[in-house]
């Protein structure tokens, strides 16, 4: 583990202010330890020497005066790495949800969740050791340790050549110890992140686990990686225990070899008992910041482990376009350009299209050819070869440019004004106009939902699905609104209504992409966009893979409304 990883100084900017006043007051500490034991040695010598009580009063009221300082230095210390750790953990939660969302759903679909949020929560709260206890320690070493040392050495070359010969061992063990401390807190780790995932597919998959009667292999699954991670605890607990024995045994024995030394000189009359007393007060003050370094490293690795993943999403999200860059006043448009899906090893058809202020374009086409993967290429929910652009910018994908409802609802627990405003501040008015342009003006918006959305028949989630898209576009925005088979579960009069709804949409300046496979749809549409299913051929009989034809014929020029073909 680095000292100080440079990422935290650059993710979290809250440390450098935090680092920068740790360190004017461990100076200030420093100086309080020096005049401490400088005024204690002229007092315990003055009475020794049997000086008067009126001498001796003055450097003890400067001693006991350092104490409520060095007292007032370190609550200051504690109180200044409370907030710096918790100003820096808000920061890296900020900027890892930031990450998140640049590199969008497909990246995420691709990690374990369940780990992930375990290192932002978990991880992150142990990040409190590393600022609070770890940092002061290290920067206590960088300071303190070279002063006191320096200041040995003016009163007493020799015991000062002593601790500087002896004070290498103690980083040599610390070395040691903290690649066995770092290999065994990472498999800690690793095994508490697993149990986590494990446990989150557990909880989620346990209905299909109890109709298979397969419940209790997986319960005795996670009951074995929680032994795994008790045992590796105590792992980590011993090795904490046996290294800070080792550093206490170390820093004992230097400070033991400088005592007898200054005592043999002291009777030899080669050394005054002021030098050797003020030596021997500062000895154990110059060991002391690299002993506690060794101890607090323990204590701040799990803290530091856990934010490797962090560091790794943070690294991978500067490497990324930023879509935000490109987000949506609006009027922006939104493009896919040459985009070609892989699905399960099957190249779906090359299309390009675009969604312009005012425009509704409609894309229709038999199941499976491909309408809904090109909603999940300009969310980031696919893989795919092409572009995706908002007005020009190319981005790895427009979630922050558009409002959209796919063909499941994803409804979750809480009311119905909750699910339309979700991820939006709650605006009842603004809600209960989407509920009803969406056709769902019938629903009570204080109605309480199960998980899954439970509580509404398949047609009303499907409405409340729309009302949210109809509800982020208006409250934060969006250029484009984005509808995956809206319609699918709705009859006759109300898909007529949320069909007029989306045409005075696109008629209020917003682009409408909608994806439908119901013929009233093209009624609304200005542009129509057909995707057919590969072309029968000798060479596709022959062969199984197909070429997509990126050619577009528009169909009736003569009116604005025009239908393109895409066809493989």
Known sequence: MKPVDPRLLRYATASRGFLAVTAAIVLAQTGVVVGFAWSLTHALVGAIEGRPLDELWGHVGVAASLVVVRGLLIAASERV????????????????????????????????????????????????????????????????????????????????????????????????????????????????????????????????????????????????????????????????????????????????????????????????????????????????????????????????????????????????????????????????????????GRALPEVSLSVGPGELVLVTGPSGVGKSSLVAALLGYAEYDGEVRVDGRVVPHACASVAWAGQRPGLVTGSVAENVSLGASLEPATVIAALADAGASGIDPATALGAGGSGLSGGEAQRVAVARALYRARVTGASVLVLDEPSSALDAATEAHLWTTLRAEADAGRGVLLISHRPSARAIADRVIDLLPPRESRESRESPEFVASADLEATNPGDSRGTEEVRA
Request: proline share 4%; aromatic share 6%; net charge positive.
């Open 81 to 344: 790495s409370a907030r710096g750790a918790a100003a820096a953990s808000l920061q890296l939660r900020a900027a890892l949800v930031s990450a998140v969302g640049r590199l969008g759903p497909g990246w995420l679909a691709r990690r374990n969740t369940a780990s992930l949020s375990l290192t932002a929560g978990h991880g992150l709260e142990a990040l409190d050791a590393y600022f609070g206890r770890y940092l002061p320690q290290l920067v206590a070493t960088a300071i303190t340790m070279p002063v006191l040392i320096g200041t040995i050495a003016l009163a007493d070359p020799l015991s000062g050549l002593t601790v500087a010969l002896t004070i290498p061992l103690i980083p040599l063990f610390m070395v040691l110890i903290g690649l066995a401390t770092r290999g065994v807190q990472q498999r800690q780790y690793r095994t508490l992140g697993r149990l986590a995932a494990r446990f989150a597919d557990t909880v989620e998959g346990l209905g299909t686990l109890k109709a298979f009667g397969r419940q209790h292999r997986a319960a005795d699954s996670i009951e074995t990686i929680t032994r795994d991670y008790k045992r590796e605890t105590m792992t980590v607990l011993r090795v904490s225990f046996l290294s800070g024995f080792a550093l206490e045994f170390l820093a004992s024995i230097s400070v033991a070899i400088i005592a007898v030394t200054i005592g043999f000189r002291l009777l030899a009359g080669d050394l005054s008992l002021l030098v050797g007393l003020f030596v021997l007060l500062l000895a154990p003050e110059a060991y002391l910041p690299l002993r506690q370094v060794g101890v607090q490293f323990h204590a701040a690795s799990e803290g530091v482990a856990a934010t490797d993943e962090i560091f790794d999403a943070l690294d991978s999200a500067r490497a990324t376009p930023n879509p935000d860059a490109a987000d949506a006043t609006p009027g922006s448009t939104v493009a896919l350009h040459r985009i070609r899906v892989d699905r399960g």
